[in-house]
């Protein structure tokens, strides 16, 4: 159980969400560094993928089209949710909160949770509640933001448009003490490329784009510490 003051916190972040973060968000397809990710999980045919805090669905359309996976997403935005019915109106879509999902124990093959966690009020909780709703020996995959960012630690970045509302960015080795203390087991962690596309280089006045240029390819040969947000890809602990 949730108490008040995480329940008013979630209130104010669902707020943020609704109101201003998807107010006219578009759906967009998976950019090839996520299809890259999301491919390392393998042949996930027929199986079900559960995406925690899954935004407007990329990442469970991507699952879907490349292995008729059978997708489910919750959210705690209600026009997210909204958006994911209208392109997927076969998947099970939830409004909620990470830290209390709305399915059954032993439900799904692949979990992820794409980008999101430093976001969630009670972390250890949302990440039990991941647990609790996988299968034995399903895959997850965990997408969170680096304390160890050089940019960030030279002062030259202070963190996403959610930073405003909530984003608790951690080390690498804290974020694996985490995932260990929920039950979790990093059994492979990737660098996120995101930088490396034109839209992302392009950001900006074009004076700026030399340096953005210069600094994605940076992010493909800094040290894994260096990075800006790190995949992780895990199992459950055994007993």
């Known amino acids: 159980m949730k108490n008040p003051g995480e329940e008013g916190e979630i209130d104010q972040i669902r707020r943020f969400y609704d109101e201003e973060y998807y107010q006219g968000a578009m759906s967009k397809g998976l950019p090839w560094h996520s299809r890259r990710a999301a491919r390392l999980l393998g042949d996930?045919?027929?199986k079900a993928v559960l995406d925690v805090a899954c935004g407007l669905g990329e990442w469970l359309d991507f699952f879907h089209r490349v292995g008729a996976a059978r997708v489910s997403g919750i959210d705690l935005s209600a026009r997210a949710i909204e958006r994911c019915r209208e392109r997927m109106p076969y998947g099970d879509f939830h409004v909620g909160a990470a830290e209390i999902l709305p399915f059954d124990d032993g439900t799904f093959d692949v979990v992820t949770c794409m980008g999101s966690l430093e976001h969630f009020v009670d972390k250890p909780a949302?990440?039990?509640e991941m647990l609790r709703v996988?299968?034995?020996?399903?895959r997850f995959v965990l997408l969170v933001p680096n304390a160890g960012f050089l940019t960030r630690r030279l002062g030259l970045y202070g963190g996403t448009q959610q930073a405003r509302i909530k984003e608790d960015v951690q080390s690498l080795d804290a974020w694996g003490e985490l995932f260990a203390s929920s039950g979790l087991v990093v059994t492979r962690r990737l660098r996120d490329l995101h930088p490396l596309s034109k839209s992302w280089i392009t950001l900006g006045r074009p004076v700026g784009w030399p340096v953005r240029a210069l600094q994605a390819l940076?992010?493909?040969?800094?040290?894994?510490?260096?990075?800006?947000?790190?995949?992780?890809f895990c199992e459950?602990?055994?007993p």
Request: net charge positive; glycine share 6%.
């Open 236 to 238: 459950r602990a055994r």
């Open 126 to 128: 949302a990440l039990r």
């Open 218 to 232: 940076a992010l493909a040969t800094w040290p894994l510490a260096w990075q800006y947000q790190v995949y992780h």
């Open 44 to 46: 996930v045919k027929g």
């Open 134 to 138: 996988a299968r034995p020996g399903a």
